[in-house]
């Protein structure tokens, strides 16, 4: 037997090196090398495709999908590396990285346990968190803890330790004051953009809200990529302190103050599945919250038929567990069940949003009022929470800062502080959907009018996404415009309509 | 509002036509193309990295993850296509193909519903599987279908519309003959390579066995990946019809013929995941039998503490399903029980595991007699329950053709009949492990056994894995050899032996 006897330092710990090449290839964010099928390593290592495999320069690490290049596009001591690769390594042309196999993912082993039913452990997800924030875990791992997570199959404990989990591995903020207040809404319901309607009125009225959001998830707009729309929103720390120290809140992307980094790994691939999991949204709404140094949140709960929360018997479960959680992590929740039968606002769409916000901070002829009273309603349970306005004063505490235009000054220096105000952009591409049917509208999908927002190309297309011209109780004539779909190429205008075309029950109508 | 009249074929209707190129990019099975971000099509359809796209050229559908490309690898008017979108498409450089949005995958809200727990319906089976074998399931939602349906979450309705929709959207072989015998081995037991023999020794006695085998999915080695170092096994629906024809049996890949293709795309994401569903096992198992014309199945189900099935209770509740599910879709199973404590055979890998059959079928002194036991016990119940022979007789018959040399004969002119006998490759690189106690060997742990395997590349490098030296009730004395690790590269060795030498109970010691 040819008995081969090992170094002391073994070829798995030993430096294998290459040269590192920018491809020029986006894969979006996930990591992807290139190197020749007769380069040393891969032969050495037995690297073939689709091996995962570890890369590192200096103390940057990444774990990439190795995809084999056959032709003479790098040379045999090169590793192509993929845009996003590119930027975790911090990449300089023909400089030197490590290569070798990755460490085994034996958190996985835990979500293989949660799946034949036995329950997570705080270990387990504690290893599962950092190994997820690490980026070890690939995106089929995840979807598979995220299914495996789906479906209220998360206990209160597991939900607690993972909140905590996703809170250790981030960045934490901590602030002088006291009392820092949030408000959070659980999406789903189109166009429901009060955040940048609160933080305002509540800045205004002398709360500190420093304010985190994400981008969409499986929405058409996000509340940061509505606000992108009107000002910078990627602040790092010391960018968010500035700014509220300067005007009491700010309406930031949580993800740049690297907040819960596991939870935005997670949305990444949450996002094309589709899947709710009451114990993932809690853990994601208070992970970032207690991140953010929040001590006081209000959550807007939305309930309708097509509505993220479909029932009132769901959103008082959500409910409990996201007060019982807070409770156990010492952050004080209150949550408000409202009204989510229909969208809120005309706008579906980071632009088309921004601009239903704009006309409600200057008190514009037409504004949207139900986007107007449910930020009041918010905005003055967050003033009582926050122990600014006496029980009961909330809502009139509220409602004179907007009408009197200091919510409206107040969002224009915040934006001024984050950088800069910015007008948002027009579709060049828009379509009008009339009624072919005369009738009262009694019933409007959010989900599919939300679908067709996202084929027109929200949120990635800023611009794009859907006005709509008919709120349930309206009388529709036969030819009467109720939706208009934007679109910034006329691919994405051509696919939304097709998909709205095809849709029985986007408006339901009575007739009368 | 500048309104856009759409013209009467819509965009997304038009044929988008780009010139084919071969990037030499190996991206294993997953469907890559490479566009330019400036490329009209990316503009009009709004198309961004990691979108999935449609790409046809006659009769030829794929639907691939894009990746953009910002360098000038390809021209504006190209598409890059990764090796496998090349195969599928049936590459030709230069030519037109269209290029368009895919339709979206409604059939993933069935998933979402089972995911939210509700049972899956026929209807929602057919169009997950169709849409599966036609490549419009991403990795992530084919993960997290798997997860869904893992952890016994499958009923009796569910895994039989399972079964029938797999073996729907592939070929399925019909046969002269009224009785089509064949055996099956749930997985989980390293070197358990009893088809190899069973198949000659059936053959030999006259009945029709024409077995179609996979490859590993969480193992060292499958069935097809074994035999492949023995003779060819990419047979096509003619090839394997005339080897049965000409020898009665053949043992053939049956990915290569097109059987319940929906089951392999499943297998290449559960591989990594590791996951076991009873639901999915008895569809993939049944689905594959009954595609492949089989009329009695005999099927072995190994138990043991680390075995795929580990109690009895498992065995039972599984045999009961796949008897059940049989029965309802009008195949004959037999299930048998076997023990499932330790490896069968010594080696591990597939050819590792093909010199022990080579082994036990020239009935050389020293072959291992367990894969022997086991490989006649298997033949014994497949002869009766095919009817050719008695109820008690099926094993003595079994024996007599094995060791009269007749079983031997018969693999060699299977093998020769399926493009000509092989020698199993050997290991560049080997490492013996020593023991550094003194003992009875009490217990193995089968999973780490096969972990080590596959660090050392198995099942993709068919020399590699490891030669197991100490079955359950030796004494191992210090210094004594208890496994030598195989493997084609110095870096695969090292990193199976990193692992092998961290494990502290792959095989358990008893003081003696």
Redesign the interface.
């Known amino acids: ?4 006897h ?1 170094p002391q330092a ?4 030993q430096a294998h090196r290459l040269q590192m090449r ?7 964010q ?1 990591m ?1 090398v ?1 190197m020749r ?1 007769d380069c040393h ?1 891969c ?4 690297f ?3 091996s995962r495999v570890e890369v590192w320069r200096g103390d940057r690490h990444i774990v990439a999908t190795l ?5 003479a ?1 790098i040379a045999t001591h090169d590793i192509g590396l ?2 996003a690769a590119w930027r975790a390594l911090g990449g300089v042309d023909g400089e030197l990285v490590g290569v070798r ?1 990755p460490a ?1 993912v034996l958190s ?1 082993s835990a979500v ?1 346990a949660k ?3 036995r329950p997570l452990t705080s270990d387990g997800i504690n290893a599962i968190v950092r190994d997820i924030a690490d980026g070890h875990y ?7 803890l ?3 997570c ?3 199959r998360m206990d209160m404990a597991e939900t607690i330790a993972l909140t905590t989990a996703m809170i250790n591995v981030g960045q934490r903020l901590h602030w002088d004051s006291e009392v820092m207040v949030d408000k959070h809404c659980v999406g789903g319901l189109p166009g429901n953009r009060t955040t940048l309607l609160v933080v305002p009125i509540v800045a205004a009225c002398g709360l500190k809200i420093p304010k985190t959001s994400s981008r969409a998830i499986t929405s058409p707009a996000g509340t940061a990529d509505t606000m992108e729309t009107l000002a910078p929103v990627a602040l790092d720390l010391a960018q968010m302190r500035r700014v509220v120290d300067l005007e009491n809140g700010c309406i930031a992307w949580g993800g740049a103050v690297n907040l819960s980094p596991a939870d935005d790994m997670l949305i990444r ?1 949450e996002r ?5 999991s009451d114990g993932l949204l809690v853990a994601s709404v208070l992970s970032k919250k207690i991140a953010a140094g929040s001590t006081h949140v209000v959550i807007d709960l939305p309930v309708g038929r097509t509505a993220k929360v479909r029932s009132f018997e769901a959103a008082n479960a959500l409910a409990g567990k996201l007060v019982g959680a807070g409770d156990a992590l010492g952050i004080k929740v209150r949550t408000i069940i409202t009204d989510g039968e229909q969208p809120v606002g005309r706008g579906i769409g980071p632009a088309l949003e921004a601009h239903d916000v704009l006309a409600v901070l200057q008190n514009a002829p037409g504004a949207p009022d139900d986007l107007r009273q449910r930020a009041l309603l918010l905005a003055g349970h967050v003033l009582e929470l926050g122990g600014k306005a006496e029980v009961g004063k909330g809502l009139a505490m509220a409602r004179s800062v907007l009408d009197s235009g200091a919510a409206w000054a107040k969002f224009q220096a915040i934006c001024e502080a984050q950088g800069g105000m910015r007008v948002p952009p027009k579709a ?5 959907m009339c009624s072919k049917h005369r009738g009262r509208v009694i019933a409007i999908d959010n989900r599919r009018l939300a ?1 067709v927002a996202k084929l027109a ?1 929200a949120p ?2 800023a611009a794009a996404g859907l006005m709509f011209h008919a709120p349930i109780g309206s009388i529709i004539e036969i030819g009467q415009p109720y939706l ?1 779909i934007h ?9 939304a ?3 709205a075309e095809a849709q029985e029950n986007l408006i339901s109508l009575q007739e009368l």
């Open positions: 037997m040819n008995t081969h090992l073994t070829a798995s710990e920018r491809m020029g290839i986006d894969t979006y996930e992807v290139y099928s390593i032969k050495s290592e037995g073939e495709a689709q995809n084999v290049v056959h032709a596009m993929s845009e196999h085994p996985f293989r799946i034949y039913g690939s995106d089929i791992e995840m979807a598979s995220i299914t495996a789906s479906g209220s691939v094309p599945l589709g899947l709710d060049a591409y828009t379509h009008v679908s190309g990635k297309a208009t679109a910034e190429s006329p691919g994405e205008l051509a696919y309509l097709i998909y």
